[in-house]
């Protein structure tokens, strides 16, 4: 009989109580205690996590599997259902889906979803087209019609949902700042902003993911959902100097100038030697018939880089209006 490993648990029970906001390290305790064959401590281990880890999808598609296991597949269907939902490219979480649904008997829903477990799994779902075929061939003996659901994500969408979730910095990359959006360009930022929108939603005090959601809300036209990102990721972290610039050029676009010149001094104050803040801030007085607010925003700009041709062009403009044209000169011979 294998020997129990006590320092092995009390090790991964550590690492829990270290961090217990870290989903991998519930899921890596409940899995070992699974394959001590412990189930009911093992279904503790995951359902503590549920409680207290902010990704939860393989915590529940684990915790599915115990339940299953066990015979309970109602509570099976329901956790590895919500795995799937949050993991939607997850071949591993739609195939266990569907084989728990066909236990239970649901054979409509079983086939469904082994045929979406088909589209995302390549190579490894093969071995699941004879259960499909053995479904359909079960529901027309029975007379029973195929579930009819909203049309899945492509493939391609749901994998790009899948890694912005596991790297949301990778969203920004994405984003391609250009107006000829290509129908794959507007699929990828879609799913993009579905992920962002999730983990936002999970973790609501984390600014990046709401200034993320902004940017990528803004390249998709959504000018309303983006400056609402933009703002809360100012809300939460009122020293957040891009996103302050994001907002400004948000509320420029939404015709919004009063907004937009607020950002903008906000910005200059956070980031004083950051140029173009004080160049966007310089173009705002000026659109807003403030010359000499604008004066000094450009007098700023060159006191950063005094070669900047924009600045000093735009400057020496300004003066000349506030100085206005010379006198006109005494006419020779004129009046005594």
Known sequence: MRRHDYEKEAALRDRVRAEPARPE?????????????????????FQTGLAQAARTARLRHLLGLI???AGDYDSAERHVARAAEQDPARFEYLRDLGLVQGAAGRTASSVETLRQAMSVGGEAAEGLRWLVCVGERAMAESGVRPERRPPQPPRRAAAIERIVARDPE???ALVIH????????????????????????????????HFGLGLVAEQLGELGRA????????????RYAEACLLAV??????GRPVEAAERCRQAVELRPKWLDAH???GHLMREQGRPREAADAYRSALEINGKCDEARRRLEV?????????????TEGGDS
């Open 25 to 45: 390290f519930h899921a890596e305790l409940g899995a070992w205690l699974m394959r001590a064959g412990r189930l009911a401590q093992a279904r503790e281990a």
């Open 227 to 238: 400056i609402e990102a933009a703002e809360k990721a100012i809300a939460i972290n009122p």
């Open 178 to 209: 250009r107006d000829d959006l290509s129908p794959e360009d507007r699929e990828t930022l879609r799913a993009a902003r579905r992920a962002l929108a999730r983990l936002a939603a999970q973790h609501p005090a984390y600014p990046d993911l």
């Open 67 to 69: 339940f299953a296991g």
């Open 170 to 172: 990778v969203a920004e």
């Open 279 to 281: 160049l966007r801030l």
């Open 249 to 254: 050029r948000l509320y420029e676009k939404s």
């Open 318 to 330: 300004l003066e000349a209006a506030l100085v206005g044209p010379p006198p006109a000169a005494a």
